[in-house]
């Protein structure tokens, strides 16, 4: 089945990811949503310190202390108060706290990014529907796979 942009399955899936960045915002553990000017400081800073950061690869991030957001400088001088999170998110009810048997994709960017972030850069995986989060590093989620299916997908 062909899935258009705006249909409701594209529309729903939006919706799930756009209520687990609030359920992670709502935790009150650091968890900052940055808007585009913030985004780009982000890309470029870590840039400016020799790390790859696509800014599609990235969904929230996690702040400990003071950082402006705005200024490329402060981010590079206090890149260590600053990590990078993916979001993934599910409603589905027989996903377990721990997420175990949970089926996801990877993109090609978020796989590169994370490599490159190593431990600055971790998935937030939040079930919407228990509000329940696991919060992984790519060594970690590695570790728990049961399986790897290498796909490309492809927009023309």
Known sequence: MRWERGSSRIRSGQQTAKLAAAILLETG????????????????????????LYGKAFDIIKVSGDVDLESTDDIRNHLDRVTIYEIKSTSKEKVTADFRG???SLSTA??????????????????????????????????????????????F
């Open 102 to 104: 949970y089926f996801f």
């Open 110 to 155: 978020e796989l590169l990014v994370a490599q490159t972030l190593g431990d600055r850069y971790r998935f937030a995986f939040v079930n919407t529907r228990t509000r329940t989060h696991v919060d992984l590093a790519l060594r970690e989620v590695m570790a728990r796979a049961r399986g790897i299916y290498p796909t490309w997908s492809i927009q």
């Open 29 to 52: 553990q650091g968890f900052i949503l940055p808007n585009a000017r913030q985004r780009k400081a982000l890309v470029v800073a870590f840039a400016q310190c020799d790390y790859v």
